[in-house]
């Protein structure tokens, strides 16, 4: 955009122009990486001279906002961030997903394979989740082997895929003790605002609705499988677990749905992985207190 | 996905390092009396789950023939939380601290046939990119008894790691590292509240500032809902959820919640109540544990 207003404007000096652009840009309501403007209430507390609070007390600007019951994005604090979901769109993955929960991005890109069948399970086959939260999503992580964050998440949804039962892993076998379908899901971050588990069960979900498999028949003469790409069917997919993380404030505060910045000034963190049953697939709460027992009923 | 690789093991798909270091196998009895130390004296239990057997001894039992050195102490414990029902008990455990020369403090738990041995290096110098100016930095090493540490010993390395920032003081040595290694010895379940006790005792033995004791508890809940306590590998395979819990030892507050299989919110509650009640149990003996050992110096 920068580029039309320069030719546009030939006459006109360059740094006159600049300005009002850039203030279109940030105050046109569309979500820029690092802004998020809610519904488009930006509270600044009165006292003193917030720009320098944020960045040298975040916590105690924080809390200014938790004392009114609100966030500095505008949120309550049971408020979620728009979410945003596309379904389908990298054409060479088997399903593909892509979820925004505000300002973070998750895409998840399933591929099957072929596999052979664990020995002590011939029927079943593969679900493999990896988390890939590269440097590209937020300053904190470096290039190589998988960080703590990364395998934690990625054992995360692992966990949630075997507790919940997403897919029957019967369903994934072709011929029981030979031949089965491996899903290689990679959920790769591309954004990094807070709320990650959330975001990568979310597209993981959406992405295994997605996945079309091709049929598969074994030839009895050949003993090879012929795939069928013309005739594909969808998974079976038997639950729909959601994942809600929290952030606990000064042991007391609850909040729904963290940002980055949230995380890092909680105290510790919560997450629920529910069913449509209502049953709990999954409680991961890493530590710090707690309040009361109470207040996990919710 | 470059540390991708897939074990069978009944279906369950484990994501594990490709590295893999040939690991000779470690011949470790399963009778729990078998182990290193020659005048270690433990009694057996009946292992098999869901046993009403009634317990014949409550509290410290006095092993004096487990004495090795002055410095070596030995505690034991078979306990028996209060009404609940059959099975509903935990495992006969044992601690015995400061048995590494080389860390500042070390531990070795053991609940039933499940062995932890943790020692803690700290308050040490810290790497200046690990560095934080106002509190130590807590690190959590959990070595698995055979293979190379995987993604699954990430994820429990940070769970442990939060359950003690949660309680150690770290604001009194900024700065500094507070490193704890755990050492799976042997696997019979309820691994995790395993090496939280053993990291715990590890911790006291090193003199670390703590504003209270944590203890871990595991639950199982088989598929007509009834409660486990402390249970065993095999009643943890075969049970529809396993829940382990860190509690702290002041206001048995919940520190740390890990779950494992499906279960309604009722049986949360259910579970959380039985284990707070089995905590405190953990936490007398850990008193007496520590009663012995410096009374006796």
């Excluded at chain 1, 720009?51 to 004392?67: G, I, Q, W």
Aim: hydrophobic share 35%; charged share 20%.
């Amino acid at each position: 955009m920068r580029e039309t207003t320069l030719t546009s404007s030939t006459s006109t000096l360059v740094h006159t122009t600049l300005p009002s652009t850039y203030q279109k840009e940030t105050l046109g309501g569309r979500t820029e990486g690092g802004r998020s403007e809610g519904k488009g209430r930006i509270f600044s507390p009165v006292i003193g001279s917030t720009v320098l609070s944020r960045t040298v007390e975040p916590l105690e600007y924080y809390r200014r906002f938790l004392k009114e019951n609100c966030r500095p994005d505008g949120r309550e604090l049971g408020e979620f961030r728009t979410t945003t979901v596309n379904v389908g769109s990298i054409g060479t993955a088997d399903g593909s997903s892509l979820v925004k929960l505000g300002n973070t991005t998750v895409i998840c890109g399933i591929k099957a394979e072929f596999g052979a069948p664990p020995t002590d399970a011939p029927d079943k086959g593969y679900v493999v989740p990896n988390v890939d939260l590269s440097p590209l999503c937020s300053w904190r992580f470096r290039s190589g082997p998988p960080g703590e964050e990364a395998q934690v998440a990625s054992q995360f949804i692992a966990d949630v895929i075997e507790n919940s039962q997403i897919i029957q892993k019967e369903d994934l076998c072709i011929s029981s003790g030979k031949l089965a379908w491996v899903l290689y899901c990679d959920l790769i971050c591309l954004n990094h605002d807070g709320n990650i588990l959330d975001a990568c069960t979310f597209a993981l979900l959406a992405a295994l609705k997605n996945v079309q498999l091709p049929e598969v028949t074994i030839n009895e003469e050949t003993a090879l499988a012929e795939v069928n790409l013309k005739k594909k069917s969808y998974l079976n997919i038997r639950t729909h677990p959601v994942a809600t993380s929290f952030a606990v404030f000064d042991d007391t505060l609850l909040i729904v749905d963290p940002t980055e910045e949230e995380e890092h000034l909680a105290t510790g963190t919560l997450t629920v992985v529910m069913d449509e049953e209502g049953k709990l697939c999954c409680l991961h709460k890493p530590g710090t207190h707690f309040p009361s027992v109470s207040v996990l009923n919710m | 996905m470059a540390f991708l690789d897939f074990r069978g093991g009944s279906g369950r798909v484990q994501i594990v390092s490709k590295r893999r270091a040939t690991c000779g196998r470690h011949s470790w009895s399963p009778r729990v009396g078998a182990c290193v130390r020659r005048t270690h004296l433990v009694r057996k239990r009946a292992l098999l789950g869901g046993s009403n057997k009634p317990r014949l001894h409550v509290g410290s039992g006095a092993m004096e023939g487990a004495m090795q050195t002055e410095s070596k102490i030995r505690a034991d414990s078979r306990t028996e939380p209060g009404p609940r029902g059959p099975g509903c008990s935990l495992r006969h455990f044992a601690c015995e601290q400061n048995l590494l020369s080389r860390p500042d403090g070390s531990a070795s738990f053991l609940q039933g046939d499940t062995s932890v041995l943790a020692g803690v290096y700290g308050p040490a110098e810290v790497k200046i990119s690990k560095e934080i100016f106002n509190k130590a930095t807590l690190e959590v090493i959990l070595r698995p008894k055979t293979g190379l540490p995987g993604v699954a010993e990430k994820s429990r390395e940070r769970l442990i790691r939060n359950t003690c920032e949660a309680v150690v003081l770290g604001a009194l040595h900024p700065r500094t590292s507070i490193t704890v290694v755990l050492q799976v010895v042997s696997d019979a379940g309820s691994l995790l509240a395993c090496c939280l006790n053993a990291a715990c005792m590890a911790l006291v033995d090193a003199g670390v500032p703590m504003r209270a004791l944590f203890c871990g508890v595991t639950c199982a809940l088989d598929s007509d809902g009834t409660l486990m306590l402390d249970p065993t590998a095999k009643q943890e395979k075969e049970a529809r959820a396993v829940l382990t819990f860190a509690l702290d030892s002041v206001e048995r507050k919940l520190l740390m919640s890990t779950t494992k299989g499906l279960y309604s919110d009722a049986e949360l509650q259910q579970c959380l109540a039985a284990a707070q009640t089995a905590s405190t149990h953990v936490f007398r003996f850990y008193r007496e544990s520590l009663q012995r050992r410096y009374s006796k110096s």
